[in-house]
């Protein structure tokens, strides 16, 4: 018998017993009925991500949560990222739009952007093998709809050793396989803001040991912030066929993501008061909770592309991925207590991330005279007067903007994990002996095509505009300032193409013996990196090929092609983690785990921390985590809980564009995890918290930081859920809630805390058909979750850039299930 099969088997045989015992109590006092233990938390329930054995909840010795469908509309997401505000212990930074979310795990930081020490899995293997390419966030190419059965994730433990370049956790989305014959058909539409879109699957056997289940989504919409136009659009289709043999099963499967969707920067924020206590308002005429800089006055860029060439790119593309997915799993029981799994994922992914950035926001005649000099004035493109500066649009400012432009022209990967188990039963233990291999590639082609324009700061319909210095010489080309981003020193023009292969032995060893599981695992991790990175020169171009020179054309930043730099570097670690489980009881279980593991550093490094050669000091190439964490799960007649205390070290190298600061850091975490239910009759209570305690213990570069406070890091975080049911109506509400934070690590400003209520509503209309209604942010609540400034001026009114969560928007869903 396999050990996940014993494991299941023990537990039931216990609770068995124990009910066995309850029930001739029971015989013997009526009065007093046995108890039924509440199973809210789903502790029975068998974990299949990053764990070493296949068990329960209960007997497991790692942190881990899973949501059904039904709990991921329940949270009222726009977004994938916003399921992920709802699993305990992971911070997530959700409003950049569909994708590009910065993610974070027990304090592990997010130094700058994505989530570097986390993966996004698709049914067991990575999205992107590295969490933080750099506009390249694994989220962007992952999309929620109804093929999800449930999503999986585990926080620390033993995801340093079962999966690669992820020692804080795995989030894994698993999708139906049609073991569960049904589909249905849903159409949501926005009450309150533009947009439609429909989502359907369908699953079930189609023979003898065959199974297969096929769904997707399309929508079209402006986004949940103004835009007046259609800057959403797409959507993506997947299928799987699988056959059940008598020893186990093999299944294919198929994705095609083709979307588009607005991605928003940092917006100018209204912010007075001090830095200990802010008080955060929208600027006039425009709102921190429901518009951005994005307007269909400025749709179109026009540049030169990474081979030196004109090329024309659609700031309706968004955040663009394409992806085509193929993969296969199986798995099969041999003889002698011996199986063999393996799975395979191969990508071919692509696209485009646009959008425009804030360098700085000021008052639009300050800015002027920055460009241009004393007497320098602003128009409006075609030619017009803007009027009174300090007028302008209400409020009296321009920006100028770094056109985030970034062609992706190869993300493929491949991905592929073979495993060989040999299970031992002895009496009344089991041993689960793993010798597996992981092998991976990842490519990192693109070019950063970054422009600069100059544009008004208004909420809806903004505009670009023109420079103009004192003698009435024309310094912009239709908003446009530069082929390049001069402010930051033309940093951002570059073209890579970079290979990252990975080959990962690892071996690991599960004891269950009555009431105590134990495990071991190993790991090393091999990589290499080869290609080459290509930085920018300055050149005077005609870049419109008009025959003559504008002001812009007269510096541009172009691919410095005869000068590519070589990327040539090797790294190598150990992972390895120790875990032990013991059932006090049926209902109550204790463990512990200690764990270290690596997250090898790739396009980052190539900001400044290549050499001549290609190569890398041995410290940049991989950071490492150490973590320790204990913990108790237990279930009574209406209540569970599962709570977990952690610790964790974690080395740090990293590179943040849009600050141009490189980091070299240790930071240390120490906190509380928590997650419970509480049921009573149609009434259900569920939530999570997590208390952290993080601290910069160590900074090479800025040492003035060393004891603060991680930037955005809160000191408690959570969620709370009541809902209520009856007769097939349901009604509830989503809470998400921080604590304050620091914008930034000099821990001057702070960003308050907030809490967000998300409201859900289900009714039954007839057999099958249902509407439900929900509702994000009800409440308008204004929640900053980052911000590029670190401090403000005490007592006046400051203009900050910073993201906020968005306002209240609303849906109707109409769905027939079947």
Not at 350 to 357: C, L
Not at 495 to 519: C, K, T
Not at 634 to 660: C, H, L
Request: charged share 20%; hydrophobic share 40%.
């Amino acid at each position: 018998m396999r050990a996940s099969a014993m494991g299941a088997a023990l537990a039931a045989f216990s609770l068995s017993m124990v009910h066995a015992q309850e029930n001739q109590v029971a015989q013997a006092a009526p009065q007093a009925e046995a108890p039924v233990p509440s199973d809210d938390l789903q502790l029975e329930e068998i974990v299949v991500t990053a764990v070493v054995s296949q068990t329960s909840k209960m007997r497991s010795s790692v942190s881990v949560s899973a949501l059904s469908a039904d709990d991921l509309l329940q949270s009222a997401p726009r977004s994938t990222a916003e399921i992920f505000r709802n699993i305990p212990g992971v911070r997530s930074e959700s409003t950049g739009g569909e994708g590009n979310a910065n993610i974070a795990v027990r304090g592990l930081p997010v130094a700058a952007g994505g989530a570097k020490f986390l993966q996004l899995h698709e049914d067991g293997l990575p999205v992107m093998e590295f969490g933080d390419i750099a506009f390249g966030n694994a989220d962007i190419f992952l999309r929620a709809d109804s093929n999800v059965a449930r999503v999986e994730a585990i926080r620390g433990g033993s995801a340093s050793t079962l999966a690669s370049n992820s020692p804080g956790g795995v989030i894994n989305f698993i999708s139906k396989t049609g073991d569960r014959e049904g589909g249905s058909f849903a159409l949501t539409r926005g009450l309150d803001y533009d947009t439609t879109r429909g989502d359907f699957e369908f699953g079930g056997a189609i023979g003898d040991n065959w199974t297969a289940h096929i769904g997707g989504f399309y929508r079209e919409g402006e986004g949940v912030r103004n835009a007046d136009y259609n800057a959403e659009s797409g959507g993506q289709i997947k299928a799987n066929l699988t056959r059940k043999f008598e020893n186990g099963y093999a299944r294919v499967y198929f994705k095609y993501l083709n979307d588009r969707a607005i991605s928003y920067a940092p917006q100018p924020t209204l912010v007075s008061g001090t830095n200990s206590d802010p008080k955060i308002r929208s600027v006039p005429n425009f709102s921190l909770l429901t518009d951005s800089l994005h307007t269909p006055n400025f749709l179109t860029n026009v540049g030169l592309d990474g081979d030196n060439n004109v090329r024309t790119s659609s700031l309706k593309d968004g955040m663009h991925p394409v992806s085509t997915v193929v993969g296969g799993e199986f798995r099969f029981d041999l003889a002698d207590g011996w199986a063999v799994a393996n799975k395979l994922r191969v990508a071919d992914t692509s696209g485009r991330f646009i959008t425009p950035f804030p360098q700085e926001v000021m008052g639009a005649q300050a800015l002027a005279a920055a460009i241009g000099g004393t007497g320098a004035t602003l128009r409006y493109t075609d030619g017009s007067s803007i009027g009174t500066p300090s007028a302008l649009n209400g409020n009296g400012l321009a920006t100028r903007i770094a056109l985030f432009d970034v062609e992706i022209n190869d993300f493929s990967n491949l991905a592929n994990d073979l495993k060989l188990t040999k299970s031992i039963v002895s009496g009344d233990s089991t041993i689960d002996l793993t010798a597996g291999y992981y092998k991976a590639r990842q490519n990192i082609e693109m070019d950063w095509l970054w422009n600069t324009y100059v544009m008004d700061v208004k909420g809806r319909d903004g505009h670009l505009l023109d420079v103009y210095n004192a003698v009435g010489q024309k310094l912009t080309s239709n908003g446009l300032l530069a082929y390049g981003v001069p402010l930051w020193g033309n940093c951002c023009t570059r073209r890579y193409d970079a290979q990252y292969d990975i080959d990962a032995p690892y071996v690991s060893a599960a004891w269950e013996m009555g009431e105590w599981n134990l495990d071991a695992s190993l790991r090393r991790d091999e990589g290499k990196a080869r290609g080459h990175y290509i930085a920018s020169r300055q050149a005077q171009v005609d870049v419109n090929r008009d025959g003559a020179i504008s002001v812009p054309e007269q510096s541009v930043s172009v691919i410095d092609s005869a000068n590519p730099q070589p990327v040539n570097y090797d790294w190598g670690y150990w992972s390895w983690s120790v875990g032990a489980n013991y059932m006090i009881d049926p209902d109550l279980a204790a463990f512990a785990r200690v764990s270290q593991g690596g997250r090898a550093n790739a396009d980052r490094l190539l900001f400044g921390r290549l050499r001549a050669d290609g190569s890398v000091a041995k410290q940049d190439a991989v950071d490492m985590v150490d973590q320790y964490e204990a913990g108790v799960k237990w279930r009574g007649e209406d209540v569970s809980v599962f709570a977990t205390a952690f610790y964790a070290k974690t080395q740090e190298q990293n590179f943040e564009a849009t600050s141009q600061r490189f980091f070299d850091r240790t930071y240390t975490a120490k906190g509380i995890e928590l997650e419970a239910t509480y049921r009573y009759e149609g009434f259900l209570l569920s939530g999570g918290a997590t208390w952290t305690d993080a601290e910069i213990s160590k900074d090479a570069l800025t040492p003035a930081v060393k004891g603060n406070t991680p930037r955005r890091q809160a000191k408690l975080i959570y969620q709370l859920t009541p809902s209520y049911s009856y007769e097939g109506y349901t009604l509830g509400a989503n809470i998400i809630g921080t604590t304050k934070s620091y914008a930034q690590d000099n821990n001057e400003l702070v960003m308050p805390g907030y809490a967000q209520v998300n409201l859900f509503a289900d009714a039954a209309i007839t057999d099958g058909l249902s509407l439900s209604i929900n509702v994000n942010n009800l409440f308008n609540a204004k929640g900053l979750t980052e911000a590029e400034e670190g401090s403000i001026t005490n007592g006046i009114d400051n203009i900050i850039r910073a993201r906020s969560i968005n306002g209240r928007t609303s849906t109707a869903t109409l769905k027939y299930s079947f």
